[in-house]
Each structure stands twice: as C-alpha cells, then as structure tokens.
Nanobody
Framework: QVQLVESGGGLVRPGGSLRLSCVAS????????MAWYRQAPGKQRELVAR???????NYADSGKGRFIISRDNAKNAVDLQMNSLQPEDTANYYC?????????????????WGQGTLVTVSS
C-alpha cells in the first residue's frame, strides 16, 4: 500500500515559476514510474510529464521546453519544475505512481493517485 503526498501548488503570476513535489510513502514497494497529470475544470485529466525509475522522461507538448520532471529514487519522490507559466496551465495537478509490491516470491503491480494540488496562474 502506497500513498502519495503532493505539495507546491499555489497562485503564481503569468511568466512565473512553480515547483511541485510528490513523495511516495509505504512499505515493501518499488516505484516503476512517477508522473504528473493535470485537470482543468470541464476538461479530462491529461498527462503533463512522466519519468521512469531509470530516468526515461516523457512530456506532453503543452509543457515541452517549459516543464522539467525529475526524481529522487532514494526518497521515492518526483518534482515538476514549471517555468513560464501561463493562465492555460491553471489546473489541479495530480501525482501518479506505478509501483510493485514484492510478497515472498510473487510481485504485484499497482498504481496510485495523489489527492491533487491546485495551481492557479493569474495576474
């Protein structure tokens, strides 16, 4: 069982920057990948960026060149550095993790969502 705790959301002016953090906690688990998604009012949740335990990244076009995802595997944490923020970036941002749990000789595959943190870009 894993829980994700997000932090770093808030109000920022257009052109500003914000850094989101997410930490996974639990016992007897291994992270496969962590990601950030976002959901604006009236829209579907969409991928922002993803990073595997090995450091392979994937970015949505909306964040390419502006957002950087990074991870600290030792801390089971992932950050999203968001630069040049625009009003269109306003959304609830959700952390997501794919992970495994080793139980004896068997391995279970799971996923978990954080509760979300609100990012508002406005002047």
């Amino acid at each position: 069982q894993v829980q994700l705790v997000e932090s770093g959301g808030g109000l920022v002016r257009p052109g500003g920057s914000l850094r989101l953090s997410c930490v996974a906690s639990g016992s007897d688990f291994s992270i496969l990948a962590m990601a950030w998604y976002r959901q604006a009012p009236g829209k579907q949740r969409e991928l922002v960026a993803r990073i595997t335990n090995g450091g392979v990244t994937n970015y949505a076009d909306s964040g390419k060149g502006r957002f950087i995802i990074s991870r600290d595997n030792a801390k089971n944490a992932v950050d999203l550095q968001m630069n040049s923020l625009q009003p269109e970036d306003t959304a609830n941002y959700y952390c997501h993790a794919d992970y495994t749990v080793l139980r004896g000789i068997s391995t279970g595959y799971f996923e978990v969502w954080g509760q979300g943190t609100l990012v508002t870009v406005s002047s």
